[in-house]
């Protein structure tokens, strides 16, 4: 089975740097992906990362180390706006579509 | 750009009734899969579709039923609905399995 876990709450200030850990065990590993959601909205594509290192993507970078089941997403340049929960999902190797396995969700709150 | 639709985006039924959600994928996307989120809740995997195919199935009730028409829609039935239904129901579409996953704005279900 699958176990994602991510700390429920974070508070940052605004323009500041934020990191948001995620922790994983799987039986099957084939990708970890970020999105980001807001209350009452469609969780948004941030990132994908398939092999260890860093991805980058404007005020967005993710990590990932497989051997050690850990991925974070690292935001800067905190804006207002970037207030939402942050989900770590993992896709599923034994899934014939790469079905996504969610975290609890990272609650951020940007303060100014 | 082109994005998931789904309707209705807001659905009130009663106990014991019958509702039908809908999703049109991104243009060119072949698979398609649903996600309940319950208020607090992490998104779970319900079904997936590849290529009018089912393909995964995950915590999907037995009341609960799905398919993938010939222009790639999909339609989630859900009969005999309990009050613990009420939840956001999300539509997902990638342009092949294990791609990245595109989620639709969700159709808000409320069970009274």
């Known amino acids: 089975g699958q176990n994602i876990d991510q700390p429920t709450e974070m508070t940052a200030t605004e323009g500041a740097i934020v990191q948001i850990n995620c922790t994983y065990q799987?039986?099957?590993?084939?990708?970890l992906f970020w999105y980001q959601q807001h209350a009452g909205e469609a969780p948004t594509f941030l990132s994908y990362?398939?092999?260890?290192g860093l991805e980058e993507k404007g005020r967005f970078s993710s990590f990932l180390s497989r051997s050690k089941g850990y991925s974070y997403l690292l935001l800067k340049e905190l804006q207002m706006k970037d207030s939402a929960s942050y989900l770590c999902a993992v896709r599923d190797r034994t899934s014939n579509t790469g079905k996504l396995i969610f975290g609890q969700g990272t609650t951020l709150q940007v303060k100014p | 750009a082109a994005g998931v639709i789904q309707s209705p985006r807001h659905l009130i039924k009663e106990k014991r009734e019958t509702a039908t959600l809908k999703c049109y994928p991104i243009?060119?996307?072949?698979?398609v899969y649903w996600y309940q989120q319950g208020p607090g809740q992490d998104p779970q995997f319900l079904i997936s579709?590849?290529?009018?195919?089912?393909?995964d199935k995950g915590s999907i009730p037995d009341r609960f039923s799905a398919q993938q028409f010939s222009d790639y829609h999909s339609e989630l039935n859900m009969s005999s609905l309990e009050l613990g239904d009420s939840a956001l129901y999300f539509c997902?579409?990638?342009?092949?399995?294990?791609?990245?996953?595109?989620f639709g704005p969700g159709t808000r279900l409320t069970v009274t």
């Open positions: 579709f590849y290529e009018k195919m089912q393909s």
């Open positions: 243009p060119r996307h072949d698979t």
């Open positions: 799987t039986s099957g590993f084939n990708g």
């Open positions: 997902a579409s990638s342009q092949k399995p294990s791609y990245e996953q595109y």
């Open positions: 990362n398939v092999l260890d």
